[in-house]
Nanobody
Framework: QVQLVESGGGLVQAGVSLRLSCAAS????????LGWFRQAPGKEREFVAR????????DYADSVKGRFTISRDNAKKTVYLQMNSLKPEDTAVYYC????????WGQGTQVTVSS
């Protein structure tokens, strides 16, 4: 079955960097558009970043543009989210997604940024 497993979250201070990873299995990875979403306590899940199948096109939420970078390694079946200059408002559970005809989701990884 399809599995997406996120890792790399943690508790950090504002201004530092983290890199999230999401390892996929059970799917033809290169066929999927990959994305990162996040959900803060009491808020709805929101879009963070998306990368095309080829890895050459990207979309970012305005709130993370210039600070976050999404990338993918199709050989390793892994998508990454490099997060720089973290802010307390980036605190959330971060989820990766893989979308083709349907969307698959990981279980999430917690990122907590203290001020």
């Amino acid at each position: 079955q399809v599995q997406l497993v996120e890792s790399g979250g943690g508790l950090v201070q504002a201004g530092v960097s983290l890199r999230l990873s999401c390892a996929a299995s059970g799917l033809t990875f290169s066929n999927y558009v990959l994305g990162w979403f996040r959900q803060a306590p009491g808020k709805e899940r929101e879009f963070v970043a998306r990368i095309s199948r080829s890895g050459s096109n990207f979309d970012y939420a305005d709130s993370v543009k210039g600070r976050f970078t999404i990338s993918r390694d199709n050989a390793k079946k892994t998508v990454y989210l490099q997060m720089n200059s973290l802010k307390p408002e980036d605190t959330a559970v971060y989820y990766c997604s893989a979308t083709d005809v349907i969307a698959y989701w990981g279980q999430g990884t917690q990122v907590t940024v203290s001020s």
